[in-house]
């Protein structure tokens, strides 16, 4: 049986039988199922990333480019074959494709490479206020060590970004980097990556693109968007902890210097200099994630199963629905877009009289798990004049159902606060 969206997309497969491939979702709370409405923080995970984890470590368990005994095999194809997989997913090349611990270390890892060499006294580095704090603080640091400035774009009312500002500042400032958000953990803005990418390499700028919340929910590919570099994380699409993702042009990876000194990322080592592998073994220094590449090459995998096309359509229709029940709720301030289709599959909302911390607390009485707070995302939260927002996130597994579960246990907190 096919599932349809309101967008004509199918899900290969029916939601109940998607439902029964993630386990936790047999737990209950409070003596209620589960709704887990948390993914922008960290997805569940299917059966057949706890496998290929369990799998690993029951079969195949050894070090990888060091032995040449058979499990050392087993273990270098499928460390190799996640990035393999991770690449092929977002159309990238194996040997741009860098394995790090996470979306945070990604980024940080290009400022301590690549813009260190690029990024000097004077120059600008051109952020916006919706990103999180992993995609500002590597900044203002870099910015305070090598006498740069810090810019940032304004989100308009709408939650969007204005290009011609963009633009403006492109024409007056040294801008050597821009680096943004594709999707907003916050405002479910999806940025145009590609219309920002070509006026941004047009004034000489160099573009770094985090995408934690996209690669859950969006078909990516690096190439079609322009980016220079592509920074996500496994565990919101599916796959471990513990394991992420930076894509670097390779022209890029090759003239910059190691992130780490160690194993596996040198070509020779002598007394008193060394020479470095190629890309990405360059920037992979020890012994790496392997069970977690092997997680997330099935993770990569159920979301082929599934489509990137119908998981967006999923993702799609179901902030829809979500975006049309909360904005009904008396005193309910929904952020982010108003039209749908500019949105990822997320709502950040606040309801009058009750802080968001309290909202989280009496959700999960209901069995309901949301997340409450900044959202790492500080700046942005002054943006809209609040201290913290409600985030309901939703990923393959979420259902209508779901939302009307959280709009349930909304609707008892208000009766809590009687309101």
């Known amino acids: 049986m096919e599932v349809t969206t309101a967008q004509g997309t199918a899900l290969p497969r029916s939601l109940e039988d998607i439902r029964a491939d993630f386990p936790i979702l047999e737990r209950r709370i409070n003596g209620k199922s589960l709704v887990y409405v948390d993914n922008g923080a960290t997805s569940q995970k299917p059966l057949a990333v706890i496998e290929a984890i369990d799998s690993y470590y029951r079969n195949s368990n050894a070090n990888v480019h060091r032995s040449m005994h058979e499990l050392a095999a087993d273990a270098e194809r499928l460390y190799e074959g996640g990035r393999a997989a991770v690449a092929e997913l977002i159309g990238a090349d194996p040997r741009e494709t860098i394995f790090v611990r996470n979306a945070t270390e990604a980024i940080n890892l290009v400022r301590f ?23 500002v603080v590597p900044w203002q640091l870099l910015c305070e060590e090598r006498g740069a400035t810090l810019d940032y774009l304004t989100v308009g009312a709408d939650g969007a970004l204005d290009l011609d500002e963009l633009d403006a500042k492109l024409a007056r400032e ?110 992979e220094a020890g012994t790496p994630a392997i069970a977690e590449a092997a997680g997330l090459a099935a993770a990569v995998a159920y979301l082929n199963g599934l489509g990137m096309e119908a998981v967006r359509a999923h993702e799609r229709e179901l902030g829809a629905y979500a975006l049309e029940r909360l904005s009904a709720l008396p005193g309910a301030t929904v952020h982010g877009p108003a039209d749908p289709s500019a949105r990822a599959g997320l709502v950040s909302f606040t309801l009058e009289g009750i802080h968001p911390h309290d909202l989280a607390e009496l959700c999960n009485r209901e069995a309901v798990c949301i997340r409450a707070g900044h959202h790492c995302a500080q700046p942005l939260m002054r943006r809209l004049g609040v201290a913290a927002t409600a985030r309901a996130s939703f990923s393959v597994f979420n259902t209508r159902d779901d939302v009307d579960r959280l709009v349930e246990a909304l609707e008892s907190a208000r009766a809590v606060f009687d309101l």
């Open 174 to 283: 040294k801008v050597k980097l821009v680096a943004f958000t594709h999707v907003s953990n916050v405002l479910a803005t999806i940025n145009p990556v590609a219309e920002i990418a070509a006026r941004a390499h047009s004034a000489g700028a160099v573009v770094l693109v985090d995408g934690a919340q996209a690669v859950p929910q969006l078909p990516v590919n690096v190439k079609e968007l322009g980016a220079d570099f592509y920074a996500f994380t496994g565990h919101k699409m599916l796959g471990p902890t513990g394991i992420g993702v930076l894509y670097g042009r390779r022209e890029l990876l090759e003239q910059m210097p190691p992130f780490l000194g160690g194993g596996s990322m040198i070509k020779a080592v002598g007394r008193d200099s060394s020479t470095w592998a190629p890309p990405p073994a360059k920037f």
């Open 113 to 135: 490479t690549w813009a260190r060499e690029h990024v000097s006294s004077g120059d600008v580095v051109l952020i916006t206020e919706m990103e999180h704090h992993s995609n």
